[in-house]
């Protein structure tokens, strides 16, 4: 529904923890870090823009990160698409999905790392003050799936 995401407009503190590498499978090291995100509506709704700002993580100085969600009235779906600093003038394939009761998942298929995958995003909205999304990523097809990145947003 087009007011799936309304619950998230506004200014962000987002704590992160990853994954140190989301492609190593054996890799086990967690890192977190702080970031800032500004959350705005646009084309009347149908879509909203969230930029995220880290000052600095432990694998990079500062970046910016660039969500565009979209809503497709003919499908009821969402596209969720994402660039980043880290890897400027990409607009990362969309991952595609539905809010079904306050949990949404959302997912896609890509190369990484030059592996096929399928990728999943996660939004758990059961406290709209303090929403949760996480990511994780399949190289079996689905068959499993490895989580490896969790944003959890306060409100400022």
């Given amino acids: 529904m087009k007011t799936d995401f309304e619950f998230v407009y506004g200014t ?7 994954l140190r590498d989301t492609l190593d499978d054996d890799c086990t090291e967690w890192v977190e870090f702080d ?8 084309l009347d709704g149908w879509g909203h823009i969230d930029r995220m700002y880290v ?5 990079q100085a500062g970046f910016e ?4 969600r979209l809503f497709d009235p003919s499908s ?3 596209r969720i698409y994402w660039s980043a600093t880290g ?8 991952v595609e999905g539905v809010f079904v009761d306050g949990h949404a998942i ?14 999943r995003f996660e939004w758990l909205t059961d406290n709209p003050e303090s929403p949760v999304w996480q990511q994780s990523f399949s190289f079996d097809d689905g068959t499993t ?12």
């Fill in 87 to 94: 890897n400027p003038g990409i607009l990362d394939t969309p």
């Fill in 106 to 119: 959302f997912e896609s298929t890509d190369v990484l790392g030059g592996r096929p995958a399928r990728v």
């Fill in 145 to 156: 799936w490895r989580h490896n990145w969790t944003m959890t947003f306060t409100r400022v």
């Fill in 76 to 78: 009821d779906r969402w």
């Fill in 65 to 68: 990160g660039f969500t565009l």
């Fill in 12 to 18: 962000w503190a987002v704590h992160n923890r990853k």
């Fill in 35 to 42: 970031a800032r995100s500004v959350v705005a509506p646009i």
């Fill in 55 to 59: 000052a600095d993580s432990p694998e």
